[in-house]
């Protein structure tokens, strides 16, 4: 089995920072991508930002400048720094990693969710 727990998530005023964190732990042998996705009421699931087992990242087209995601590859951990909060990045912000497990398993695993809401 694989767990994926996020944490972080929470209310913050416009143009303020937010911090997101992201562990993956069960019967993995490797991890390929981690990333991270949101989703708005109302709106279709978006690319937040993901980081592959080399380094290489990418972000949405909105998030550029704003959203930094780091991965520390010893812990299974990902975190999402974002700064200049909008109202518009209120959303469920969902992790997710491609694991490949102990069984030889090759998938996607995606934690619950965590709430981030940009208001005054």
């Known amino acids: 089995q694989v767990q994926v727990v996020e944490s972080g998530g929470g209310l913050v005023q416009p143009g303020g920072s937010l911090r997101l964190s992201c562990v993956v732990s069960g019967s993995i042998i490797s991890i390929n991508v981690m990333g991270w996705y949101r989703q708005a009421p109302g709106k279709q699931r978006e690319l937040v930002a993901s980081?592959?087992?080399?380094?290489?990242?990418a972000y949405g087209e909105s998030m550029k400048g704003r959203f930094t995601i780091s991965r520390d590859k010893a812990k299974n951990m990902v975190n999402l720094q974002m700064n200049s909060l909008k109202p518009e990045d209120t959303a469920v912000y969902s992790c997710y990693a491609e694991v490949v497990t102990t069984a030889l398993s090759h998938f996607r695993s995606w934690g619950q969710g965590t709430q981030v809401t940009v208001s005054s």
């Open positions: 980081c592959t087992s080399g380094g290489v990242t």
